[in-house]
């Protein structure tokens, strides 16, 4: 089992930053490939970042493309998304994911083993 809790989503001004945090606890971290995904309102989830297990790969979604940074520090368990330049149409709860690295992986689909529960995300205009 590994256990993801997400932090750092707040009310944030058009054109500001923000970094969020997933904190990973269980099993051994440097085992999983992360993904974030975020659902707003009447919407599915959908993906917006991913990074492979040994951090040398990292993959976007191209309306975050130039604008957001996925990073991990797997000595502290811990991987970021680092958000810039924000758009109202940004706003949604973010979720992580954690997806086993012996398995075959689709960095943009929905197929990760683990989520947290979403921190949210809330871009004034």
């Known amino acids: 089992q590994v256990q993801l809790v997400e932090s750092g989503g707040r009310l944030v001004q058009a054109g500001g930053s923000l970094r969020l945090s997933c904190a990973a606890s269980g099993r051994t971290f440097s085992y999983y490939n992360m993904g974030w995904f975020r659902q707003s309102p009447g919407k599915e989830r959908e993906f917006v970042a991913a990074?492979?297990?040994?951090?040398?790969?990292?993959y976007y979604a191209d309306s975050v493309k130039g604008r957001f940074t996925i990073s991990r520090d797997n000595a502290k368990n811990t991987v970021y998304l680092q958000m810039n330049s924000l758009k109202p149409e940004d706003t949604a709860v973010y979720y992580c994911?954690?997806?086993?690295?012996?398995?075959?992986?689709?960095?943009?689909?929905?197929?990760?083993?683990?989520w947290g529960q979403g921190t949210q995300v809330t871009v004034s205009s």
């Open positions: 990074i492979r297990w040994s951090g040398d790969r990292t």
């Open positions: 994911a954690a997806h086993d690295s012996h398995r075959q992986w689709v960095p943009r689909s929905y197929e990760y083993d683990y």
